[in-house]
């Protein structure tokens, strides 16, 4: 294994972490008007130490918030996970709940921030505070891992987490960076609804920055 940063190991995930003013009050809320939502920090999903780490922003309020599992139960997860089972990286192409039986093979999925934001915008603060979490989760990856980035938010704290400076690496729609570490950064529009319903994102192009990344780790979506 390689070291994400070298000199922080991060945190490992905590499913109890308030380190968040903001958003601890936001999901005790969320608790009291929807007891049966997950509403904690939702942890990362699929197998620790795959060669496809893949970052998204955080939890959506009726989402991965709602279920407590990244991208499932709203609209962004939906195009994620059919690309993924088209893709055979996941054995399902739907993702409802944590017991469905979905799995992943050779990727998991993490995010950015754990906790929803409200207005589903973390504050610079809250996505350094997470930080931590995702310099661990990176620390797990094999050498030449594969980075996906969901968006420039994500593109950005990974960035932070390995300690390289954001104006080297710019964020694009497929745009792709070897990293010093040896690792590889691809970036992706988000999934969401928005960029999907407006056309700045179609499942065609999500599905092609999958398939790159997929040659990167050396698999084919036919293994």
Not at 143 to 150: D, G, K, P, R, S
Request: hydrophobic share 35%; charged share 20%.
């Amino acid at each position: 294994m390689a070291p994400a940063h070298r000199g922080s190991a991060g945190e490992p995930f905590d499913p109890n972490c308030t380190r968040c003013p903001r958003l601890a009050k936001a999901l005790a809320e969320v608790r009291r008007e929807h007891p049966d939502y997950y509403s904690r920090p939702v942890p990362p999903f699929g197998q620790v130490g795959a060669r496809l780490l893949i970052v998204g922003l955080a939890p959506g309020l009726h989402g991965a918030n709602r279920t407590g599992r990244p991208f499932t139960g709203d609209g962004a997860g939906i195009p994620l996970y059919r690309t993924l089972h088209a893709l055979k990286v996941g054995t399902k192409g739907e993702s409802v709940s944590v017991d469905d039986g979905l799995r992943l093979k050779g990727a998991c999925i993490t995010n950015a921030v754990r906790c929803w934001p409200p207005d589903n915008k973390p504050l610079p603060e809250e996505i350094r505070r997470c930080n931590s979490y995702l310099v661990h989760d990176l620390g797990t990856l094999p050498n030449h891992a594969v980075v996906l980035a969901l968006g420039s938010i994500a593109h950005r704290a990974i960035l932070t987490a390995l300690g390289l400076r954001q104006a080297e690496y710019a964020f694009a729609h497929g745009a792709e960076h070897r990293l010093p570490n040896g690792f590889h950064l691809l970036d992706s529009y988000h999934p969401s609804r928005y960029n999907l319903n407006t056309g700045r994102l179609t499942e065609e192009q999500l599905a092609a920055v999958f398939k790159r990344a997929l040659a990167l780790t050396g698999r084919t979506q036919h293994r």
